[in-house]
Nanobody
Framework: QVQLVESGGGLVQGGGSLRLSCAAS????????MGWFRQAPGKERELVAA????????YYQDFVKGRFSISRDNAKNTVYLQMNSLKPEDTAVYYC?????????????????WGQGTQVTVSS
């Protein structure tokens, strides 16, 4: 049973930065692609960024390109999301998830369960 624990969220002013972390346990982390999703109030959960199992391939939604960066450390079973130039519309609960590939994460097909998420609030 995969266990994911997100951390690093908080309240930040517009234009600021945050770095989210997601620690995984209970499964062979390095065999899976990883993704960061977010869900704003009243909206569906959406994929923000994803990274392949080895880290050589990444995917970003257009609305975060140039501002967010996803990375992973397989030795630490951890995936990161560096968020710069934050905007109020980035306010959401952010979740990480495992998947067989970036393509499956793009279809919101995840392996295992969601973590508890971490709240990101960006003030204007």
């Amino acid at each position: 049973q995969v266990q994911l624990v997100e951390s690093g969220g908080g309240l930040v002013q517009g234009g600021g930065s945050l770095r989210l972390s997601c620690a995984a346990s209970g499964r062979t982390f390095r065999n899976y692609a990883m993704g960061w999703f977010r869900q704003a109030p009243g909206k569906e959960r959406e994929l923000v960024a994803a990274i392949s199992w080895g880290g050589s391939s990444t995917y970003y939604q257009d609305f975060v390109k140039g501002r967010f960066s996803i990375s992973r450390d397989n030795a630490k079973n951890t995936v990161y999301l560096q968020m710069n130039s934050l905007k109020p519309e980035d306010t959401a609960v952010y979740y990480c998830a495992m998947g067989y590939s970036i393509a499956t994460l793009q279809q919101a097909h995840i392996s295992g369960s969601w973590g508890q998420g971490t709240q990101v609030t960006v003030s204007s």
